[in-house]
């Protein structure tokens, strides 16, 4: 791999903030640039990189792919608006679903999302604007993980060799791909983003599609994203790295009012780990487990079957597809 990585120890985030503000300031020119905002740590430092470097010829988008958690895109255009970054909300979840329908392979859903993000939804915002370059914030795990044919990130592309000029008409600029998610932190806290962002769980670039294991259809997604609210409740204050909930696409036997109810099962994941290349499951209470259990039955339409995995990674890795 030819890029150079920065360890957390060797980092000194002004130093970095400075020359990565220049760095896309003499790349970008006089020119436009777009950059697409989920609020997660990463594309939230890349905002705040490109908003001192470019101030209003950056147009920031968050795309509305349909696979967001609840309130998620007006909660996040709303905290950057306090700073004083405009977020543009892009409706594409129409594009997201159609391009999704009928997968079940977890690498073809992953490309059916890149190719809609980067080519249907992004080619046209960059021709409309007339901007020559996307920043974005891949990261150096990203980058390890697709190399070593683990996962397809959703955002890695040059480093699989695909020009994107070519391809989508623009080219991407990566601030903050030599740096893990420990070292992104340092530099969001440094750029003065709140804590709620420089600390927040990492959340997967196909977002709650990463969670739905077969097909991905707007029902399904909103089957995970009821629990998905419940596990961020009952699980933040664990101080764990990640929790999620995924739906399985076997259905099991459940009972209800003393029925048959052939319903769906949630799996709930709970990771300690520090830059997600290995995990371990939090070793939560019976009493959680038991909250999270009621939680997700009671309230999650469908749901007969609850289970916690207790499986480290490796072998297993921190999200289901
Ligand atoms: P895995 O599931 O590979 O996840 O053990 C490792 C870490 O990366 C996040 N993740 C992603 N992040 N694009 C991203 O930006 C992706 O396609 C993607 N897939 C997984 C995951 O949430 C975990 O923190």
Redo the contacts with the bound molecule.
Sequence with gaps: MKIEEIKIEDLHPEEFIKQKVEEISSIVGTGLAVNALSG?V?SSAVTMLGHKALGNRLKTYFIENGLMREGEPQKIAALFEKLGVHIEIVDAKAQFFKALKGLTDPEEK?EAITQTFYKDVFGKLVKERSAKYLLQ?T?Y??VE?TVAG??????ILEQLGIDTQEEYGYKVIEPVIQLR?SGIRKVAETLKLPKGIYNRP?????ALA?RVIGECTSERVETVRKATKIVEQELCNTGA??Y?AILHEDKVTGIREGKRDYGLQIEVRCWNSKD?IT?SPTRLSYETLDKLAEGITTEVPGVVSVTYNVTK?PPS????I
């Design positions: 997660g990463d992953r914030g990261n795990t990203d993980e683990i996962k397809r990130q959703h955002n998610k990492p959340f997967p670039g196909p990463a790295f990640q999620l997600a995990g990674k890795t921190i999200e289901a």
